[in-house]
């Protein structure tokens, strides 16, 4: 069975601390892709990241960057120095590579305040 | 359009009628999804499509929900005899093919009110 946990309901963070978001995943496939996405207030989400389960080299891109474990099925994304345009809803999904039936987390609302 | 779209983006309804939520994907992208968001949750996945191809309904909640799409482009996910459960944001993703995952994009969303 495919499933995306992040246990993180909801951070509240000050401006410029790092936070990290966890991504927990569970798949029998041996390939697959993971995604970041972000849902700000305004509701519309926004793709960040993939990756695919043979990549597991880090990447950063700005002040975000992604660590990937497949020893530990982890899928994590550290936000360095946050801004307050940060703050919205972080969602991590899986999808599979027939289908593309993607498989989202619960999302973790990040607050990051002034 | 340059993204996904998506109308209404709001729509309230009484229980027991019916409703259509339009998608229209990027252009040129083959594949298009629909998925459900309940408030404070994620994203429940309803149905894709392979151009104007199903293959898999098994995600839709109930036989009250359909979708079809039509030319390879705009689809439409239509709820009959909506009741006041199926009040959700309803999301539609396009992307280029089914398969490899290949990247989703997304649109804005439609917020469905069932009083």
């Known amino acids: 069975a495919q499933k995306v946990t992040q246990a993180q309901t909801e951070i509240s963070v000050v401006e410029k601390e790092d936070v990290t978001l966890d991504c927990v995943y569970e798949?029998?496939?041996?390939?697959?892709?993971l995604f970041w996405y972000k849902q700000p207030p305004s509701g519309e989400l926004v793709f960040l990241i993939r990756?695919?389960?043979?990549?597991?080299q880090n990447e950063i891109s700005g002040r975000y960057s992604w660590n990937f474990q497949k020893s530990t099925s982890s899928f994590n994304f550290t936000i360095t120095a946050s801004q307050v345009v940060d703050s919205a809803v972080y969602f991590c999904a899986l999808s599979r590579t027939n289908n593309n039936d993607m498989r989202f987390g619960a999302g973790t609302r990040l607050t990051v305040k002034p | 359009g340059a993204g996904v779209s998506q109308s209404p983006s709001n729509k309230v309804t009484e229980k027991g009628k019916d409703v259509e939520l339009r998608c229209d994907p990027i252009?040129?992208?083959?594949?298009l999804y629909w998925y459900r968001q309940s408030l404070g949750q994620g994203l429940e996945f309803l149905i894709y499509?392979?151009?104007?191809?199903?293959?898999?309904k098994s995600g839709l909640p109930s036989d009250r929900f359909s979708a079809e799409r039509t030319g390879g482009s705009v689809s439409t996910l239509t709820i009959q005899r909506t009741q006041q459960e199926d009040s959700a944001v309803y999301l539609c993703?396009?992307?280029?093919?089914?398969?490899?995952?290949?990247?989703?994009?997304f649109g804005p969303g439609t917020r469905l009110t069932v009083l």
């Open positions: 798949t029998r496939d041996t390939t697959y892709y």
């Open positions: 993703a396009s992307s280029l093919v089914v398969t490899s995952g290949d990247t989703q994009y």
């Open positions: 990756r695919n389960s043979f990549d597991e």
């Open positions: 252009s040129g992208h083959t594949a």
């Open positions: 499509f392979q151009g104007n191809s199903a293959p898999d």
